[in-house]
């Protein structure tokens, strides 16, 4: 295939409305949102089988822009196609645009050259040119400090001033929200989001962050064996070799990296609940704003590329197979560690590093030497296991005036199916016993951590409206990833419960002293207990207040909702 020339100059074949901002200046600027729009809406109506749309709500107070190359008229269409359907997330962090300018030429030369206008016929190209709109349209030349161009972008933060890399399975933010909802509309194979890297310097322009394959199961095996070999083997032939993702920050790259542990707050989490294969693009800082858009385009090209040899029907039947696998598993993994013994090995293309003293403290501060470009063997601790598992109940059943939680899974495609009357149905609850809250706020959010519960079964009588979740449908793992406590990225953790954390009723201590004894008097075998926990705890023996706590808390007073989720399992 003949190579696109680059930079994408302006030529008498390009009309004056299909010249991006990056073009104009050279490859220096990143279009503005409002600019880059326009040029989204006349690109759509200059070409047959491209096409713009709108879709859900953002902070900012804009919608969601869609754009995508297909023979579908609208996003409701597209999943009906049997082509793959693969979707490029843009401008998630508006200060690190490659993805914004690339997109935009990538759909163009799909559209005018000759040499790859074949390449849409196999595959939907669906494209979010801006993901993040309160960051995009809050534009600045200075807040991505260790950053080379281009020379204005956009804020890491939304018009909630939330990170919205870190917000797909909570979705504070009406964008995660919509995004949720686009997942389940247009249901792409691929998911592909565009960044900018952070962290140690190496000779790549381009590292990536594919979904961890252990964590897709049976997708993961082609996602590792055959489609990251023919993306780097792709990306070598364009000369923009790649590696995984370099995730090493403050201290040098030694002799060994780790691959990211993606939980579901991170989109390529997110995605892999819906057996969607999920890559983020990380092109480096340090390298100028043009070759960082050119890698980007190459990256994406190569993913449509890949469709070009006839393996579509393989390819979708190996996610519909994905999809009736996750239906039938009975054990679903929720937490997962990192793999430190397994690892593979990497010819690693560096810079040597060093200390110097610092201008500023006179202390030792690293530097990596350009000058001085090395290769070495590098340690890739790609593989991780399962930590933790639950067992998949027949349903669940969530209390209807928990309606964040029902948004949010409704978002999904989880089917809720009210109850038409008051039922009393036997149940497992879920009750905590112990957590631990963090001491500082984490995008809005105190998160809870290494939590412990335990299951009483008992007759639970729901009423009308109450909500019934069965089980059995595509949607298995992600349910149990957010109803199960103990999973890092549940509800509970990101604090949807925590109402049910906090007493709400109490008692005087003078007035209860009476209702104790007669509590006792009336139940020999909570008397011979408490009587028992007298003789071996000290301290409950000297602290007359908890021992009125106690009797409370095994009496009728004591409120059942406390520290009991909304949630239960019917096993």
């Given at each position: 295939m003949k190579k696109i020339l680059f930079l994408f100059l302006i030529s008498s074949s390009i009309c004056n409305a299909q010249i991006t901002r990056f073009e104009k200046s050279k490859g220096q600027e990143s279009a503005p949102y409002f600019e880059g729009i326009q040029w989204w809406k006349d690109f759509c109506g200059r070409w047959d089988n491209t096409h713009i749309t709108t879709f859900g709500a953002t902070d900012a107070g804009y919608p969601l822009h869609i754009a995508w190359i297909g023979e579908a008229q609208s996003l409701a269409d597209i999943k009906k196609s049997n082509k793959p359907v693969i979707l490029i997330n843009n401008a998630i962090h508006p200060g690190e645009p490659d993805g914004v300018d690339a997109s935009m030429l990538l759909f163009r030369e799909l559209m005018r050259s000759e040499d790859l206008q074949n390449l849409t016929k196999n595959v939907t190209l669906v494209c979010i040119p801006y993901y993040n709109i309160g960051g995009a349209?809050?534009?600045?030349?200075?807040?991505?400090?260790?950053?080379?161009?281009?020379?204005?972008?956009?804020?890491?933060?939304?018009?909630?001033?939330?990170?919205?890399?870190r917000d797909f399975i909570k979705c504070d933010s009406k964008n995660a929200l919509s995004f949720a909802k686009l997942l389940q509309q247009i249901e792409p194979d691929i998911y592909i989001e565009t960044h900018v890297s952070n962290g140690a310097d190496y000779q790549y322009t381009m590292t990536y962050l594919a979904t961890q394959p252990d964590k897709l199961k049976y997708l993961g095996q082609y996602l590792r064996g055959d489609i990251i070999p023919y993306l780097e083997k792709s990306m070598k032939d364009k000369n923009q070799e790649m590696v995984p993702y370099v995730n090493i920050h403050g201290g040098p790259l030694k002799d060994k990296i780790h691959t990211f542990y993606d939980s579901p707050r991170y989109s390529t989490g997110l995605t892999s609940l819906h057996n969607i294969i999920g890559f983020i693009t990380e092109t480096h800082m340090l390298k100028p704003f043009d070759k960082r858009v050119r890698a980007t385009y190459d990256f994406l090209l190569s993913m449509v590329q890949m469709f070009d040899n006839g393996n579509t029907i393989e390819f979708k039947s190996k996610i519909a197979l994905a999809k009736e696998i996750e239906k039938k598993a009975k054990e679903f993994p929720?937490?997962?560690?990192i793999d430190t013994v397994s690892y593979a090995t990497l010819q690693f293309k560096g810079y040597e590093y060093g200390y110097k003293k610092s201008q500023i403290s006179g202390q030792d501060r690293l530097y990596y030497d350009r000058e001085k470009p090395i290769t070495k063997t590098v340690k890739h601790y790609n593989k991780m296991y399962v930590k933790t598992t639950a067992t998949k109940p027949n349903a669940y059943m969530l209390q209807q005036g928990y309606w964040q939680v029902a948004d949010r899974l409704l978002a999904n495609g989880v089917k809720l199916v009210p109850l038409k009357k008051d039922s009393t149905i036997e149940?497992?609850?879920?009750?905590?016993?112990?957590?631990?809250?963090?001491?500082?706020?984490?995008?809005?959010?105190?998160?809870?951590?290494?939590?412990e519960y335990k299951l009483e079964k008992l007759n639970y009588t729901f009423r009308k409206g109450d909500y019934l979740i069965p089980?059995?449908?595509?949607?298995?793992?992600?349910?149990?990833?957010?109803?199960?406590?103990?999973?890092?990225?549940?509800?509970?953790?990101?604090?949807?419960?925590?109402?049910?954390?906090?007493?709400k009723e109490w008692y005087s201590n003078y007035v209860f002293e009476d209702k104790a004894a007669d509590i006792l008097n009336k139940n020999e075998v909570l008397k011979m207990e408490f009587e028992q926990k007298k003789r071996v705890d000290d301290a409950f023996a000297k602290n007359a207040q908890a021992q009125l706590y106690w009797i409370y808390k095994h009496s009728e007073h004591y409120e059942l909702s406390h520290n009991r989720l909304p949630i239960f399992r019917i096993d």
């Open positions: 349209i809050n534009r600045n030349s200075s807040s991505r400090a260790n950053q080379d161009g281009p020379i204005n972008y956009g804020f890491r933060g939304n018009a909630q001033n939330l990170d919205l890399n929720i937490d997962w560690q149940v497992n609850s879920f009750v905590i016993t112990d957590y631990k809250t963090a001491k500082k706020p984490y995008e809005k959010h105190y998160n809870h951590s290494h939590v089980m059995n449908t595509d949607k298995n793992r992600f349910i149990v990833e957010v109803l199960e406590p103990n999973a890092p990225d549940s509800y509970f953790n990101w604090n949807f419960f925590d109402a049910n954390l906090q007493q």
